[in-house]
């Protein structure tokens, strides 16, 4: 990606966060089951990243028709963990995910291929209301902050946490928080 087109879609933050955040209306419409009956995360992720990749794909304006949209990603080296920097919580959960050298954005928005070589616009880290404690949103908000500020270099990350468990009806928006982290 030239260097004129970074700078196009840095200036179309806006623009991003507003199909992120299209996008998680269309969860909490189109797939209200899925969060009132407290569904794993997994199942929102993918919803999410569904509705994500027909807003932004089809975008004439962002013109991404080659990127991708992936979920769980851990394409190359730059996803280890030693690479991103990230401080890991404490606890046995934290202990469990230590061993896995990989850090995985819930969904990313990229051009697959070489960590350093390919382009990176947007990863977003989606939580539960039913599961989400202060050390697991702090630990999301760190995540987001370390694919910006690390060799990963995204250019925006979200973070995105629904309402599940209980009825959408008397809700105008589907999610407790929606985070948008620009880049520096």
């Not at 998680?24 to 509705?51: P, S, T, W």
Request: glycine letters at 6%; aromatic letters at 10%; one cysteine or more.
């Amino acid at each position: 990606m030239t260097q004129t087109a970074r700078i196009r879609l840095e200036n179309e933050r806006d623009r991003v966060f507003g199909a992120l955040e299209s996008a998680a209306r269309m969860v909490g419409q189109r797939d209200a089951y899925i969060l009132e009956n407290d569904l794993r995360e997994e199942v929102i992720i993918h919803r999410l990243a569904r509705y994500l990749e027909d807003i932004l794909l089809s975008d004439t304006v962002l013109d991404l028709q080659n990127f991708s949209v992936d979920c769980i990603y851990n394409g190359g080296t730059g996803y280890k963990r030693e690479q991103l920097q990230i401080e890991w919580p404490t606890g046995s959960q934290a202990q469990l995910r230590k061993r896995d050298q990989h850090a995985r954005p819930d969904i990313t928005v990229h051009q697959r291929g070489s960590d350093w070589l390919c382009f990176n616009l947007l990863m977003v880290e989606v939580r539960k209301s039913s599961t989400i404690s202060h050390n697991a949103q702090r630990f999301a908000f760190s995540k987001c902050r370390a694919y910006r500020e690390t060799g990963l270099n995204y250019m925006f990350a979200g973070y995105v946490c629904f309402k599940t468990g209980h009825s959408l009806q008397n809700h105008a928006e589907p999610w407790t928080e929606i985070r948008k982290f620009p880049n520096k």
